[in-house]
């Protein structure tokens, strides 16, 4: 549960067996890219538990009961195919180390401060109201305005070049 609150977006590359535990962590990033050939199961009916370690809080924001219910009766892993089919992976990938350290490059480009800010919003948007999202996204939309990372997109924009946040 703590990926989530950490303030940087969490990319987990998946590969070989995402079984039990493991299958829990990747739950929590915010981010899963599974290799071709991975396997993911909820297993601890296997061996007479439940799912824990925030699984079955962050199983529900991602995909169907039925499907949660399928994955935590049965203990059966599923593909990779199916695991993104069913929302519980972002994307598959021929290499997904390197897919994840790719997309890292990408967001490493963006404002710091509006991704914090649009991982918090995120974050709130699986558990705020409406009215109470609108406002914090107001809230958020606010500090951003004008401050340094934001006049640093403008001008790398306009100008033609890479953003270089301080």
Same mark, same amino acid.
């Given at each position: 549960?703590? +990926?989530? /609150?950490?303030?940087?977006?969490?990319?987990?590359?998946?590969?070989?067996?995402?079984?039990?535990?493991?299958?829990?962590?990747?739950?929590?990033?915010?981010?899963?890219?599974? %290799?071709?050939?991975?396997?993911?199961?909820?297993?601890?009916? =296997? +061996?007479?538990?439940?799912?824990?370690?925030?699984?079955?809080?962050? #199983?529900?924001?991602?995909?169907?009961?039925?499907?949660?219910? /399928? #994955?935590?009766?049965?203990?059966?892993?599923?593909?990779?195919?199916?695991?993104?089919? +069913?929302? #519980?992976?972002?994307?598959?990938?021929?290499?997904?180390?390197?897919?994840? #350290?790719?997309?890292?490059?990408?967001?490493?480009?963006?404002?710091?401060?509006?991704?914090?800010?649009? =991982? %918090?919003?995120?974050?709130? %948007?699986?558990?705020?109201?409406?009215?109470?999202?609108?406002?914090?996204?107001?809230?958020?939309?606010?500090?951003?305005?004008? /401050?340094?990372?934001?006049?640093?997109?403008?001008?790398?924009?306009?100008?033609?070049?890479?953003?270089?946040? =301080?």
């Amino acid at each position: 549960m703590i +990926w989530r /609150k950490v303030p940087v977006p969490v990319i987990a590359a998946l590969h070989g067996v995402v079984f039990g535990a493991g299958f829990q962590l990747a739950l929590g990033a915010d981010i899963r890219i599974a %290799a071709r050939d991975t396997r993911l199961a909820a297993m601890e009916m =296997k +061996w007479g538990l439940v799912p824990d370690m925030g699984g079955l809080v962050l #199983l529900p924001r991602l995909t169907r009961a039925d499907v949660i219910r /399928k #994955l935590t009766y049965t203990a059966e892993p599923v593909s990779a195919k199916q695991a993104l089919d +069913w929302g #519980l992976v972002t994307e598959v990938s021929e290499d997904p180390l390197i897919a994840a #350290l790719d997309m890292a490059a990408v967001i490493s480009t963006k404002s710091p401060s509006a991704i914090k800010a649009a =991982k %918090a919003l995120i974050l709130h %948007a699986e558990t705020l109201g409406e009215a109470e999202l609108l406002l914090a996204e107001s809230r958020a939309q606010g500090e951003l305005i004008g /401050k340094p990372d934001q006049m640093e997109v403008i001008a790398a924009q306009m100008q033609g070049r890479a953003p270089e946040f =301080k």
